[in-house]
């Protein structure tokens, strides 16, 4: 079993969509208001990362996305609606042999819950008592394991994610090609419609809020 | 055409069996749509895919323009995330080893429907030309096509919806069989280079009601 089931799967979620400098930055960051700073290297030993999942849904909008919320109402309530099921379910349902990489790697995420559930579940049998006999890890069932993932679950950056969000890295990656073309169509709009134009202001002021965005997260980086 | 290397669309991929985008890939596909929806119309305007364009492709304007006025296909003057949806699967099928011909067999209602810009329910020999830098038809494979798949005759070298059906299975199989070549890593003898052009036809034919019957 991998002692860093997390850096794991993100690794191999960040392999397939960014640079190895965005796996790093992801796991150094250390502000509690960042989702970022969730991703830490810790394991599901640390007690203080696992949170229950009711707290982790309340603050599933912690950080603006502004542009999805705002104006993609229709999958935000499916994926909010039941989230976690339904994307667990269309993860497994997908035809692996068909696709040739999956970027978030559903299934293998969900075998790693479920392993992680199981050592999590033999750990607290453990400590229960020592007078009842302690199931092994082969014992449990996968519906025990699954009652423990429910009970327990593990990281809060993970399920925040999850939630009705793209992955860190790929919005970066989006948002910063975005603010390229946009940068080039502005120079476009001023030289075709002029600079006092609504729309060439409307396009201006997008790009200074991409761009203030982009540079919090930078400076979180830093931090 | 290669997308440029690191750009979001790189990174996406077709499935390969129905050349489509899977849900993650659309969702994120949709984020990024509205990235560059920049007025809120849930549309890209003419500049703005323009230059959402010139940075993925190597596309010149001429071409990019022509690809804007296909996907119009409502002649609003903005393209909205269906025909984004559609053009960046054309572009994906291009970039990953040429699914091009597995997605024109696919998709092949879709694709007629752009190629026909006038709404003739035909597709003249031109409609390919200005488009074969998208589909990567060649010249030769396009002779070939207006010479053994016109076989309503109408001797006008444009070709309705059931001829260009039987072109897209007949690249298919000259693609699968490109396939198995490569796999037994042997130079292919396509069988239509081998058949006279009456046999050709035969061929061709036989084909179709084989997939018909598979269906």
Known sequence: MDEKPFGASLGSRASDMSSPEDIRNLSDMSSPEDIRSLWTRATLSQPKLNMPRSSVCEDSDVEGSSVSSKSHPWYNQQARGDSDGVWEEWGIREDKDSFKEEDLDKPSALALELSRARSLGSHLEKQDGDSKESKTDTEMTSSESSLNISKHTPHRAYWMEQQNRLPLPLMDLMENEALEILTKALRSYRSGIGWDHFLTKQLQRYIEGLRRRRNKRLRLLMH | ?215
Request: charged share 25%.
């Open chain 2, 1 to 215: 055409m290669r997308l440029k290397q690191g750009s979001f669309l790189w990174y996406l991929y077709l499935d390969k069996l129905y050349c489509l985008l899977s849900v993650r890939n659309v969702k994120a596909l949709l984020e990024y749509f509205h990235l560059l929806d920049v007025h809120r119309n849930n549309t890209l305007n003419d500049v703005l895919f323009y230059h959402f364009l010139h940075h993925v492709t190597s596309w010149n304007r001429t071409q990019i323009m022509i690809v804007f006025n296909m996907l119009d296909w409502n002649a609003v003057g903005e393209i909205g995330f269906d025909q984004f949806y559609m053009l960046v699967c054309i572009l994906l099928a291009q970039q990953q080893n040429h699914l091009e011909e597995q997605f024109i067999f696919r998709h092949s209602r879709p694709v007629f429907e752009l190629l026909d810009l006038d709404g003739a329910l035909r597709i003249g020999a031109e409609n390919f030309h200005m488009y074969n830098f998208l589909f990567n038809i060649k010249k030769e494979d396009l002779r070939e096509l207006y010479h053994d798949f016109d076989i309503t005759g109408d001797r006008q070298k444009r070709l309705n919806y059931k001829e260009f059906k039987l072109f897209t299975i007949f690249t298919m199989d000259k693609y699968q069989e490109r396939q198995k070549a490569e796999k037994n890593q042997e130079l292919p003898n396509h069988p239509q280079k081998s058949l006279s052009m009456r046999n050709r036809k035969e061929y061709c034919l036989s084909k179709i009601v084989a997939h018909k019957s598979n269906l």
